[in-house]
């Protein structure tokens, strides 16, 4: 009778768990919620193709395909706190561990990420592939540091952004790959001008964050 209901009750709580979990497919990948969206994981990837066809009676101009991005990531969020994330690429290219960090949200304006990251230093590599506006990077962006392994400080404001963070090696690094090898300390500074206007508004995962909205200020001509 004791082993029945022990089984009874695994299968009631088990029914539960699998009706309160809840999946949705969008451009973000595929997401699954457990419970009340306490613990959420998200399944994404992106897939890049360069393609090159030459039509010239010159010698030497190739044309050909090449996969420039094959990469695979997993997301996990905890309770609006903690963060998990880890991107494996398997383009030849770049084939190796991209993103692999963990993140802890102290309030809504400051956070503190661990792990591989993308250095915070310019708008070339801090930008997503998946938004940049031309084919590919420009040659600023090769110049500048792109993942490594620390730890950054991260805090924004309504007009205002500040991070700060510690960075060593990559994970797997080329050794011939001197760019990103050391030590270094790395910090930016961002700031909007103009006067903005605060609401706050509630996000669907339940937490609060402050919007600021720009005002533009309208002169009429003289006539």
């Not at 506006?133 to 924004?156: I, Q």
């Not at 060593?168 to 030590?183: H, I, T, V, Y």
């Amino acid at each position: 009778m004791t082993r029945t209901l022990t089984s009874f009750t695994f299968l009631l709580l088990a029914g539960q768990c699998a009706f309160a979990a809840e999946t949705r497919l969008d451009r973000n990948g595929l997401t699954l919620s457990l419970g009340d969206k306490s613990v959420e994981f998200n399944l994404g990837g992106r897939l890049h193709m360069d393609t090159v066809h030459y039509e010239s009676d010159l010698d030497g101009q190739l044309s050909g395909s090449d996969l420039r991005r094959a990469r695979l990531d997993l997301t996990v969020d905890m309770a609006d706190r903690l963060r998990l994330r880890g991107e494996y690429d398997f383009a030849s290219q770049g084939k190796g561990w991209k993103n692999l960090w963990a993140a802890f949200r102290f309030n809504d304006r400051l956070q503190l990420r661990a792990g591989q990251q993308t250095v915070p230093f310019s708008m070339e590599t801090i930008a997503s592939s998946n938004n940049i506006a031309l084919m590919e990077r420009s040659l600023l962006g090769s110049l500048a540091p792109n993942m490594l392994t620390g730890a950054n400080l991260e805090w924004e404001g309504l007009t205002s952004t500040f991070t700060r963070g510690y960075f060593e090696n990559s994970l797997l690094q080329d050794p011939g790959d001197n760019l990103d090898s050391g030590r270094s300390l790395v910090g930016r500074l961002t700031h909007h001008g103009g006067r903005s206007r605060s609401r706050w508004r509630p996000r669907r995962s339940g937490r609060c964050h402050w919007r600021a909205r720009r005002r533009v200020r309208r002169r009429r001509l003289p006539v």
